[in-house]
């Protein structure tokens, strides 16, 4: 399994300060940071576009961008987060006309390929990508808004993403995003994730670096 990943999500960042929160939280120990794009059609809501990806760029963020596409139809603007500086992009199957296409396509654009499972949604697709895949995204709430609390029963299924995984041999990651907080990730990283989208559990307190120490030191007590 991968080395554990905090990816702390800019939808719960001040979006008035966004550059210089972004560079706090790295600077605090955070690994990726994790962009939740929403269109006010596949989901309730509205937020950053590829020219906020730009623009973390051209404010000197290096760090990996994960870009989790919550919009739909996905893949005439898959190019444009790959050009604005995205590493990872990730994609609902509900969206695409075409999984296999849009998973070729983002690795036609050079950035890492995944699909987004909602908490409803079955693994059932999983099996026949994954040679397309670098990262799998489970919803442990309803996309659409930060904030929410954890779904409980995503962890069952957590735990076969990461058998299905692991049988495979490749080399994939394993993520989860909503309501993972310091005292819910442990159990979180016990059923098999290795990469953790954490927005509000991090930018609401008022140390990032404490608050993501603390959940490395969960994580680290889940995998001994």
Known sequence: MHNAVIAPSILSADMSNLGKETKSVL???????????????????????????????????????????????????????????????????????????????????ECKSGIVFNPATPLDILGRVLDKIDIVLLMSVNPGFGGQPFIEPVLDKLSHAREIIDKSKYDIRLEIDGGVKIDNIRKIAEAGADTFVAGSAIFETDNYGSTIAMMREQIALANN
């Open 27 to 109: 600077a605090a120990g955070a690994d990726f940071i994790h962009v939740d794009v929403m269109d006010n059609h596949y989901v309730p809501n509205l937020t950053f576009g590829p020219i906020v990806v730009k623009a973390l760029r051209n404010f000197g963020i290096v760090a990996p961008l994960d870009v989790h596409l919550m919009i739909k139809p996905v893949d005439r603007i898959i190019p444009e987060f790959a050009e604005a500086g995205a590493d990872y992009i990730t994609f609902h199957p509900e969206a695409s006309e075409n999984i296999e296409h849009t998973l070729e396509l983002i690795r036609q654009c």
